[in-house]
């Protein structure tokens, strides 16, 4: 008699069929494919490993049955958890929506001293009143915002230049942290400002109440110059000194930048890279332009294609990694978002990336005026005209009205990816976001046709080009793991 019974009959995968859970599949380039499951996990697989799994024909001994089952794209005698662990792993991955919103950005003015051809927001001139807010419109914003039921709220001032009406902004403050002690939430606080009316009294301000900075930083001087053009022709000199001032006032960490691409961006987003790199920053978020607002009044939305886009984004990326392989730790941002989504079981916040769309229940905007926005770009595009994604107004209509109308649930239902033509199907859609406001903007509809989206072919692309990049390079994914944990 053996001493051992066989290993095999330790295996019960060796004695049943298995079943399929759940699967998508799409090429990832000429000799593989890219398979995902409900929650976004990921296996790469050959053509026949697709063609033997999607036949009952993967054998347990073909080394992709173990890394199919683990991840649960199968299960079979041996594996009787794998339904309910993939359920709590799609639970997890939803479980922020029970939140509700979180990011409350407040219009301060549209006032603004700086004129960028891009500029999302039609901004007026800076002696122009009329354009900011009230304090009446403030309070029945914060009305708004503390009936959320998001255990942290964080509020945003935004313009214009949201610094031009510090009264409000200060108002908004106080008026917020005295709330908090009854309402028991988690508070924090951002003003997005361009630095170039920074002074002494605005950082003490913020230092006083832990609020963050986040500013614009398009790259070298003359670019940035040329991109946000300013009375004295020194945006970039007003922006690096305020960097500087406000790190100093607040904490190195407590100040972040965001940089747009402009045509005059595509040749050289090694030397934006590098000015990220030369004023200290952890990493860069490589932005396209948004079809609203001044980019389309001036055109500067049609002076590139995605194509060059791309190429623009993946020369960056690939530096950025070659930066991390020699050992100086770097992010780009977008990537680490989606890389988020793809190697942890969390989602991230990023409203383009979420599904439910994040517009409102994600984050929302109240005006200078008092409408609420579902998103920013649903603001940039009421600017334009389009009020398609206005909510209502805070002085005429109460939470149920504005978060529960059909301006917010319509295209919430009607774009939800998972069950939209071309995105159910596609293996990328659990890492994907929803977009109606892009989609409509561009399309006239909330959905959308994919093969015409050019938001659908951008995140194509960057899907495939993240998972070639990880697959081809261990230590490639190893840079990727982190980034993904970092964001
Ligand atoms: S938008 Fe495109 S990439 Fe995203 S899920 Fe839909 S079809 Fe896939």
Redesign the pocket.
């Known amino acids: 008699m053996a001493k051992f019974r066989e290993r095999a009959e330790f295996d019960a995968s060796t004695r049943s069929d298995y079943t399929m859970l759940p699967w998508r599949f799409t090429p990832l380039d000429d000799e593989s494919y890219v398979a995902t499951n409900m929650a976004g996990e990921y296996v790469t697989m050959s053509a026949g490993e697709v063609s033997d799994f999607a036949g009952g024909a993967l054998r347990p001994d073909q080394p992709v049955y173990d890394e199919l089952k683990s991840r649960h794209f199968l299960i079979d005698d041996d594996t009787q958890v794998a339904i309910d662990l993939l359920g709590l792993k799609i639970r997890t991955k939803l479980a922020p929506l029970a939140n509700f919103t979180g990011l409350h950005i407040f219009v301060t003015t549209l006032r603004c001293e700086h004129s960028c051809p891009y500029c999302q927001v039609s901004r007026a001139n800076d002696d122009k009143r009329e354009f900011d807010m009230s304090e009446e419109t403030a309070l029945r914003s914060l009305d708004l915002a503390f009936r959320s039921p998001s255990p942290a709220i964080k509020i945003e001032f935004q313009g214009g230049e949201s610094t031009l009406n510090m009264p409000i902004i200060r108002f908004i403050v106080a008026e917020a942290l005295r709330r908090k002690e009854t309402a028991r939430r988690n508070l924090a606080f951002v003003i997005a400002t361009n630095l170039a009316v920074l002074d002494d009294e605005i950082l003490q301000f913020a230092r006083q109440h832990d609020i963050l900075i986040s500013t614009s930083l398009d790259g070298p001087a003359d670019l940035h110059n040329r991109n946000r053009p300013r009375p004295g022709k020194n945006s970039y000199e007003k922006a690096v000194e305020g960097i500087a001032r406000a790190r100093t006032a607040l904490g190195h960490y407590n100040v972040g930048a965001l940089m747009t691409t402009t045509a005059a961006s595509l040749p050289q987003v090694r030397s934006i890279i590098d000015e990220y790199i030369r004023m200290d920053f952890g990493g860069i978020f490589l932005r396209p332009l948004s079809p609203y607002g001044f980019a389309i009044k001036t055109k500067s939305y049609a002076s590139y294609d995605q194509k060059k886009w791309l190429e623009f984004f993946f020369e960056g990326l690939d530096y950025i990694i070659d930066l991390n392989l020699g050992g100086f730790e770097f992010i780009e941002h977008y990537s680490a978002m989606v890389l988020k989504k793809m190697l942890t079981p969390l989602q991230t916040s990023y409203v383009d990336l979420m ?1 439910p769309a994040g517009i409102g229940i994600g984050a929302v905007v109240y005006n200078y005026d008092g409408v609420v926005y579902a998103s920013d770009e649903s603001r940039m595009l009421a600017e334009m005209g389009d009020t398609t994604f206005a909510l209502g107004n805070v002085h005429d209509d109460d939470f149920a009205d504005i978060f529960m109308g059909d301006a917010l649930l319509e295209p919430l239902e009607q774009s939800f ?1 998972a069950s ?1 033509p ?2 159910s ?5 659990p ?5 109606p406001v892009f989609h409509h903007a561009t399309q006239g509809d909330f959905v ?1 046709k ?1 093969p015409l ?1 050019s ?3 951008r ?2 692309a960057l ?1 495939r080009g993240l998972i070639s990049r990880m697959e081809a390079n261990p230590e490639v994914r190893r840079i990727f793991e982190r980034w993904a944990n970092i964001v």
Do not use: L, Q, R, Y
């Open positions: 599904s990816s939209v071309g995105c199907w596609c293996a990328f859609e890492w994907c976001g929803a977009e959308g994919k989206s938001f659908c072919t995140n194509i899907f």
